[in-house]
């Protein structure tokens, strides 16, 4: 079993999450391969003290691709595992937010 420190491994900040931040209030991690959603609830609301409203989680295939000469298929990057997390419309999470 895991601890609430080792629920959440990084934030995922991409394009899509900005907006998702900004616009949605929905904050994107990657998550321990074994975490639950009552896990990952657990680990936000307690780590960053903002009351969460739902978590979807999506396990993202691995990235696969070719060789240039034997045309082989190789695997090159892991899968893992992501939490999207909404939060109530008043609270944010500062460490996704930039310079005030």
């Known amino acids: 079993m895991t601890s ?17 931040n900004s616009e949605l209030h929905q904050y994107v991690f990657e998550v321990a391969p ?6 990952i ?10 009351e969460v409203w739902r978590v979807n989680v999506i396990n993202v ?4 691709s070719r ?8 695997v090159r990057k892991k899968g893992y ?3 999207i997390v909404t939060l109530a419309p ?7 937010e ?3």
């Open 4 to 20: 609430i420190y080792d629920v959440l491994r990084r934030p995922i900040i991409t394009e899509k999450s900005n907006y998702q």
């Open 34 to 39: 074994d975490a639950t959603k009552p896990m």
């Open 41 to 50: 609830k657990d680990a936000v609301e307690t780590l960053f003290d903002v």
């Open 61 to 64: 295939p691995p990235k696969r």
């Open 67 to 74: 060789r240039a000469r034997s045309r082989r298929v190789a």
């Open 81 to 83: 595992k992501k939490a």
């Open 90 to 96: 008043d609270d944010i999470i500062d460490i996704f």
């Open 98 to 100: 930039g310079v005030k």
